[in-house]
Each structure stands twice: as structure tokens, then as C-alpha cells.
């Protein structure tokens, strides 16, 4: 019996890595990819990705799709309500299983399933517990490729934004930082590989630092914007 999915779609690596091997089990039937796009910017949520790039990259993936429309700086409540009447459409459609890219984050993967088992919806990690540096190396050798958009400023300087995912970045990477970033030191917009029709044609534009204040806490980021092509 193969289980109805749908697939929380970042637009990165992980993302694409998960995807792919979730598409080769037998258990699981992809139908539908989830993302959050944050309404007031017109980008994919913490990775700053063009709403027009997220198309044509999951228009190049050819699976159906649709997205969750956040405002500029959700609650926690507002994000909780929005999920829900999503969850809710996609139970409606006979989806059962929602999967993810996340690695080795035990909370969010708590998280993640306690916000889904109400509703009846099992959450699949396709990716979990796996060795990060051994999925790099994989991803690369698939023949996947990626670009660095977004680094974390507090723990990686402004030159590996806009960098691309190879092995030559990977080893530039300073000690303690994890190779897939899995603890948010950067995120990537994956445009060609094994899940693709065809590339998604950009041009890399100008890099910028933007500072987030939540909760008496301040996060930056260096942010490197792509342009379609």
C-alpha cells in the first residue's frame, strides 16, 4: 500500500535530497510539495528566494504544488493557524503523510509531529540521522547543484553567500560548522539535478546583511538575491 504524501519543499538541498529519496520508496506517493512563502517580500521563507525562481523550479520538478502565504513577520499563533488550514485542505484531498528534510534536530522533529498526529497526518524524514557529510558528497555526486543564498552572519563571513554547493565550499567550511547546515549556518536554492527536467536559468545579483529582532533576540543574515534568467 502506497501512502498519499505531500512534501514540505524549502527549495534547497535538503529538500531536494529528501524528495529524491522519498520518490524511490515504494511506501510513499508523492502528490503535492508545501512552501512558505512570506507574502510581504514575495520570497520563500528564511531562504529569501524570488517567488518567480520557486516556480519555475517546481514547475521544472513537475509535481503539483501550492503555497502557504505568511506575512512579514508571523506569530508563532499566526503560523500555527495558517499550517492548520493547510493540514486540513490536504487531509481533505486524502493525503496521510507529510515528509521532511530535516537531519538530526530531535525538537523540530517533535515538533513537527506533535502539530501533525491531531489531525491524523504521520510526518516521514526521509533524511534522518544520516551522515551530513555523506549526503554532501552524494548530493554532488548525483549530479544536484546548488547555490548558497542565505548564511548565518554569526557564524560564516559574507564570502559563502552566493558561493555554489561543491566540494571545493564544503571544505572551505570553518570547524563546527555542519556540512549540510543543518543547524541554520546557511541555506541553498537548489536549479539542477537528478529531479529536474531542466535547469532553472538564473543570474546571481547583489549580496546584502539584514538583521531580525524577535523575542529581545537579534539574528543576522547575509543574503545573496538571484535574479531570473
Known sequence: MQHKTYF????????????????????????????????HH????????????????????????????????????????LMLETVTRLKGSGFTHAAFGDIFLDDLRKYREQQLQPHGITAVFPLWKQDTLSLMNEFIAQGFKAIVVCVNASLLPEAFAGRMLDRDFINALPAGIDPCGENGEFHTFCFDGPLFKQPVNFQKGETVYKEYHHNGETSCFWFTDLLPG
Request: net charge negative; aromatic share 4%.
Open 8 to 39: 514540505n519543499w524549502s527549495s534547497g538541498k535538503d529538500s531536494a535530497m529528501a524528495l529524491h529519496q522519498l520518490l524511490k520508496h515504494e511506501t510513499y506517493e508523492v502528490h503535492h510539495l508545501l512552501t512558505a512563502v512570506n507574502t
Open 42 to 81: 514575495n520570497r520563500v521563507s528564511m531562504h529569501g528566494v524570488r517567488r518567480e525562481l520557486l516556480e519555475q523550479q517546481l514547475n521544472a520538478i513537475g509535481i503539483d504544488h501550492s503555497t502557504i502565504e505568511l506575512p512579514e513577520q508571523p506569530t508563532n499563533h499566526q503560523y500555527e493557524e
